[in-house]
Structures are given as structure tokens and as C-alpha cells.
């Protein structure tokens, strides 16, 4: 009996060791087709921006905002380089103290407001702004992967502060991915969370004596444990897209995002300024492209964008831009492969320099 106990043990220990160092040799074979792919790079010019964007996508803790840039303003200073710049309040590009005699606007949102993948701050929507009208001088107040919800908190604790005459909230494909994201696996709570959360709860939860090993195996594998979540959560219908969102849910995140807006709106005007909502364009929602071409499609920014839509307030100011380049271009240009000087969509969301300047081009129409 000792004997078969023993050569149990056995077999589950070499077992064990087996799998790590399966692991371990996925986990470096991933590394080295990683580093292949940098050294025989077909996207030169993508890769570039998504570098130089790669320090302003790390967000640290906020007492108001949740997640935001460093709260060291040097820190802060500290990310920008020659394509982005963020200043040590968290704007990015030229800061309120460049109004001059113009007055003072604000647009935010998430990244896209941000002008992730733009070749520079000049060519972000407020910095083509700042050049298409002489009204108001247009402060990037961006940030990445912000949903609404924060947008507001930033809106109350500090952009009203400076006593501007605009606000422009250009956001709604973070509410509506989060709401489908997070809905899936927690929908009493899902709207307004931001996201990220879940890295939150883990690291709290190891303060308080229970360690994550969600958290443990990420640190270890950080290319294996993302690539086997995906693989292990597509055997779960609940967990991923191939079922739809429950109608409930979706509701839920439709009027906390309606109702965020509307809240700003009220914040805004008590002080004698103008707030006006823009749903920003997705890919999604257009019609005018190429044949064969392809993107991510998640149901739900579909969903999401009719019900908002239909339910917008009729006092608020709210403008639908999800579907805008339709208005310009008979095909729209995309990165295929790499990002050319025509590309409108680098990805679903994200807009390069021309994309960018159609955008401010229009709002600059809408703000007069």
C-alpha cells in the first residue's frame, strides 16, 4: 500500500513539474515570437505610435477618478515624449494657462478623445480645433479607457474650477464595451465600473491576506496567462459574445451613461457654460468601406448605440457622430497593413491624423 501511495505521489509530482515546464517553455516561446515579430515588423509606423503611447495607457490610483495618470505632477510630466505630452495636470498638450483672450473649452472622454494613435498633439481633435476656429481655445482633458462615470468625477472635482465656456463629452464606446465586458460577469454591478476594476479587487484582496492567483499567474506568464483566459472563457457562453447581453443589463449601462450626461450637463450649465455630448465614431457603425474588410464586431455597440440614441433627453445637447465619416468619404480609409498618411481608423476606435481633423472640422460647425 506504501508503495502504490509513494508512486502516486510520484507521478503527481513529475506531472506537476511536466506542466510547469510546459508552461514555462510556452511562456518563452511566446517572448521570442514577440521579439521575432518587432525585429520583422510590417507595421513600422503603428508599432511607432503604439510606443510612444504605451507610458500614458498605465494608469495609477486616484481618490476621485479612480485611475488616472501619476498623481506626481513630475511623474506626470514625465510620460510625454515627442509624440504625446502630458502636463502636471493631466492635460494633454498646451494647458489652460493658453487660452489667452479665447474662451476657455474642455473636450473629454476616453482614449480617443485622448487622440491615442495621432502623430502628434497638434493633430489630436482639440489641437486641429485650436486651428479651425479662434472662439474658444480647446483643452485635451482625455483620458485613456475612461468610461463616463469617471469623465463626470473629473468634470465636478476639477474642470468646473477653471470656469470654462465649453465642455464636449465625446465618449460612449467604453460605456458600451464595459457594460458588455463586465455585465457578463458581474451584472448587478457593471454599470459605471470602470475598467481595470478587476485588477483593483485582486490587489486588495491580496492586502487583505486572500492572494489572487489569477493575479500570481499574470505576474509569472504575462503572454501565456492572457492567451489561455481567452481560450478557457470561450468554452463558457456566459463569459464572451456569443451570446447576447442580457437586455436588462444593457439598459442598465445605457441609462447610467444617459444619466452621467445629463449630470455633467446640469453641473456645467449652473455655472453659465455650454455642454454638449458627442457619441464618437466607431468602425462599427459605419457603412463605407472596402470589400473584405474586417473588424472587431461586438454586438452590443450596436445595441448600445441604437438605445442611447433613442433615449437621449430632449433637453440635452447631444450630437451622434458614430457613423460621421459616411458623410465624407464614398470608402473610408483604414491601416491596411500600416498606417498611411490617409488612414481614418487605425483600429474599431482609435483615429489617426485625418480621422481627427474630420472630427474637429465638424464639431467646429457645431460649436460656432
Known amino acids: 500500500m506504501a508503495t502504490v501511495t509513494g508512486r502516486t505521489i510520484l507521478v503527481l509530482i513529475l506531472l506537476f513539474a511536466g506542466m510547469v515546464v510546459a508552461a514555462t517553455g510556452l511562456e518563452l516561446a511566446m517572448r521570442v515570437k514577440s521579439e521575432w515579430q518587432n525585429t520583422h515588423d510590417s507595421k513600422p509606423r503603428f508599432h511607432e505610435l503604439e510606443r510612444a503611447y504605451s507610458q500614458c495607457d498605465v494608469l495609477r490610483l486616484h481618490p476621485q477618478y479612480l485611475f488616472f495618470f501619476p498623481r506626481d505632477p513630475r511623474e506626470r510630466a514625465a510620460l ?42 497638434a493633430t489630436t481633435i482639440t489641437g486641429y480645433l485650436n486651428r479651425l476656429q479662434d472662439r474658444y481655445f480647446f483643452v ?13 468625477f473629473r468634470l465636478a472635482f476639477e474642470l468646473l474650477d477653471y ?64 492567451a489561455l483566459t481567452d481560450r478557457f472563457n470561450a468554452s463558457f457562453p456566459d463569459t464572451d459574445g456569443s451570446q447576447p447581453l442580457p437586455e436588462e443589463v444593457l439598459q442598465q449601462g445605457v441609462a447610467r451613461y444617459l444619466s452621467n450626461l445629463t449630470r455633467m450637463r446640469d453641473l456645467t450649465t449652473a455655472q453659465g457654460a455650454r455642454f454638449v455630448a458627442v457619441f464618437q465614431p466607431m468602425t462599427q457603425l459605419h457603412r463605407h468601406f472596402g470589400p473584405g474588410v474586417k473588424f472587431f464586431s461586438l454586438p452590443t455597440i450596436e445595441r448600445f ?62 460649436v460656432r
Open 80 to 121: 510625454s515624449n515627442g509624440v504625446c505630452s502630458v502636463d502636471a495636470d493631466g492635460f494633454r498638450g498646451p494647458g489652460p494657462s493658453h487660452a489667452g483672450r479665447r474662451r476657455l473649452a474642455f473636450l473629454f472622454g476616453g482614449s480617443a478623445a485622448f487622440g491615442a494613435m495621432a502623430s502628434s498633439d
Open 140 to 152: 485635451n482633458a482625455g483620458v485613456p479607457s475612461w468610461n463616463s462615470t469617471q469623465e463626470m
Open 163 to 226: 470656469h470654462p465656456g465649453l465642455i464636449v463629452a465625446y465618449d460612449g464606446a467604453n460605456d458600451a464595451q464595459l457594460i458588455d465586458e463586465i455585465g457578463r460577469r458581474t451584472p448587478d454591478h457593471a454599470a459605471g465600473m470602470p475598467a481595470d476594476f478587476d485588477g483593483l479587487s485582486d490587489l486588495v484582496d491580496g492586502a487583505a491576506g486572500m492572494p489572487s492567483p489569477r493575479r500570481a499567474l499574470r505576474s509569472l506568464l504575462p503572454r501565456l496567462f492572457p
Open 305 to 366: 448605440h441604437r438605445a442611447a440614441v433613442a433615449q437621449v433627453p430632449q433637453d440635452l445637447e447631444f450630437h451622434d457622430l458614430g457613423s460621421v465619416f459616411d458623410q465624407y468619404y464614398a470608402t473610408i480609409p483604414i491601416m491596411n497593413p500600416d498606417i498611411s498618411d490617409e488612414t481614418v481608423f487605425t483600429d474599431p476606435v482609435h483615429l489617426y491624423d485625418p480621422g481627427n481633423e474630420v472630427v474637429a472640422r465638424h464639431l467646429a460647425g457645431l
